[in-house]
Each structure stands twice: as C-alpha cells, then as structure tokens.
C-alpha cells in the first residue's frame, strides 16, 4: 500500500513538472536545484535549504510545495518575494528504516502577481543512508499450514564500534535469538512461529548498542502466508 502510494505520488510530481514547465527565465531561479550528501554511519536525518532569488520584474507567490515521501517535510518562511528579493526553502528528510540512496523530489509551484500561469520547479535532494546493521533477507516467510520450522537471516554490522546485538521484546507467537557466524560483524538471526495454522505477521526488534549507548533499533519481519 505504501509503495503505491508514493509511485501515485511521484507520478503526480512529473505531472506538475511536465505541466507547469521549468523554472522560466523570469521569477524564480536557483542556487542549487540538487543537493547530494551521504550520511555517517547510521544517521539517519538530514536539514538542506534550497536557496533562489526572484529575477523578475514583479512579484512571485508561492502557493504550494509537495513532496514525494512522507520521509521529507518542506517549509517556507513567506510566501510573496518582491523583484530582486531573495528567500530559501527548507527541507528536512527522514531516513529511519531506509538503506542505501534515496532520491527525493520536491515541487514549488509559483506565479508572478497579475498572472494566471502556474510554473513549477522541480528540486531534488538524495541521500546516502548507510545504518549500522543491514538484514538479508528483510523478510522471512512461511507457508500456511506448513512446518513452523527455523529460518534464519544474516545480519552484517558496520565496522568500528564495539558493539552487541541482541533482540528485543518478542511479540506473542513467536520465538527468536541473535547468534555469531564466527565472522566479525556477522549475525544470524533465527526465528519461527509457534504455528502456522492461521496467517500472521509479527515484527521482532533487534537492537544493536555499544555500552549503554544504543546504536540503532530495526524491525525485522516475520510472515506466515
């Protein structure tokens, strides 16, 4: 559902770029339409600001700003910028549970006062997520009705800290445990319903700390379908 959800909105997205064209030669022009970055291990959060000027000889409105995931929020301190007047719009992402690149979109739709004509551009933020832990597979499956027999995931912990991992509270219906491979930084995690007569979904959380410190805390999925 949520993967539908954000392709509906991406689509939405070019259909505003697509619409509404580029940023035209008058009104708004920007700094820095793209901004690039990768994380330190395990950070997940992230503050950019696009900046622009309005080149133009009357004023602009910004009417609306929309984003193409709900792990992005957009803010603006005002929405009428005078000819010369330069302003910036903030964004803030949230990478909590995601892994790898993630290129995010966002759409300032505009006008120019005594104009009908609605431009819209197109800003774009990616962002390098690399968390402490990652998991292979995410998700471990049974059949209804079949074996609840252990399956297991390899987890691979990031270098440089010396850390432990272990799994939190276990949900109802379930059972599980954290064990080396004899490799550094390698885990298995090994889990199985206590039966599989009906359809389930549990998520078990493991937790990585270092010290008192905890590292990072991921949801890891169990399915009987």
Known sequence: MQMR???????????????????AAQGLTWAQPKVAVRLPV?????????????????????????VDCGCTTAALAQRRYAPGERGEV???????????????TLIVKWSERGSDAIQSSALHLEVEVTPWMTAKPRVLFWKKGGEPEEKAMVLTVQPGRDAALRVGEL????????E??????EYRFVA?????????????????TAGEETLEEQRLYLLVR
């Open 90 to 104: 903030g964004l803030k992402f949230d990478g909590r549970g995601l892994h790898g690149k993630s290129e995010r």
């Open 42 to 66: 395990g950070a997940t959060a992230y503050e950019t600001t696009f900046e622009f000027v309005n080149e133009g000889s009357r004023p602009v409105v910004i009417s609306d700003l929309v």
């Open 5 to 23: 959800k954000c392709a509906w909105m991406v689509v939405t997205l070019w259909a505003m770029i697509l619409g509404g064209g580029a940023a």
């Open 180 to 185: 080396s491979t004899g490799k550094a930084g």
């Open 192 to 208: 199985r319903p206590d039966a599989t007569d009906a359809a389930g979904e549990w998520h078990v959380p493991v937790i990585l």
């Open 171 to 178: 949900p109802a219906g379930v059972t599980a445990r954290v």
